[in-house]
């Protein structure tokens, strides 16, 4: 396991804190109440491991395969529906939405090989990421990428507690299926948007793992 880039500074910031209030608590606290200097050792640790978890990156056997597309993202699903697209599209797509919980890892990969021909940032609202809405009025960045088998768009969405997207693709650009395109903070969405017809392989409320689990198979 190792610790995404993105979390180097705020771990930092962490485990100043950290320090800070262990030390007063034990200058201020230990000889009187010496029970209340645990308790802030015991929360304050459990909170800087959960940031430290939260960035991390476990080591994983990626799926790769040209006629599959794996999940950009760790998390459960929570919507597989026929939807109109307003944003890229402009017609009819199945829509496939993971939800990335805090505790899940929020490195998001490619789904497939292929060149990005759409990348979109959008401000927005943080409606909780489960929200109907979340996909259309959200914070959240799309990207569509293109090959031999068609073409897909996936957006990260904020979430209420999703201050900050991260997202490494640019126009024009070639892509390696499972490779890095992104990050979220703090809890997220991510829609992946597929051609009519194609064969999606995950259910709903199936727990998949980002750069693992295929997600649909191009037919």
Not at 21 to 42: G, M, Q
Not at 78 to 104: C, G, H, L, W
Request: aromatic fraction near 12%; proline fraction near 3%.
């Amino acid at each position: 396991m190792t610790i995404h880039r993105e979390g180097y500074k705020t771990i930092g910031i962490t485990a100043l804190i950290f320090g800070v209030l262990n030390l007063a608590s034990f200058y201020f606290f230990s000889a009187a109440t010496p029970w209340l200097t645990w308790l802030i050792f015991i929360v304050t640790l459990g909170l800087g491991l959960f940031i430290v978890s939260f960035f991390r990156i476990p080591n994983r056997v990626l799926t790769i395969d040209d006629n599959k597309i794996v999940c950009p993202a760790d998390g459960k699903v929570v919507v597989i529906e026929e939807i109109t697209d307003v944003e890229y599209f402009k017609d009819k797509r199945i829509q496939v939405s993971i939800f990335m919980s805090p505790a899940n890892v929020h490195v998001n990969r490619n789904p497939m090989d292929g060149e990005v021909v759409y990348n979109q940032y959008h401000k927005g609202k943080y409606l909780v990421a489960w929200h109907p809405k979340s996909s259309t009025e959200n914070e959240r960045w799309s990207v569509a990428v293109r090959n031999v088998h068609g073409t897909i768009l996936y957006k990260q969405i904020a979430g209420a507690l999703a201050k900050r997207i991260c997202n490494y693709t640019k126009v024009g650009e070639q892509v390696k299926q499972c490779n890095e395109y992104g990050f979220i903070k703090f809890g997220s969405r991510v829609d992946v948007l597929l051609p009519v017809g194609t064969k999606v392989d995950v259910q709903l409320n199936q727990v998949v793992k980002g750069g693992v689990t295929v997600l649909a198979s191009w037919s």
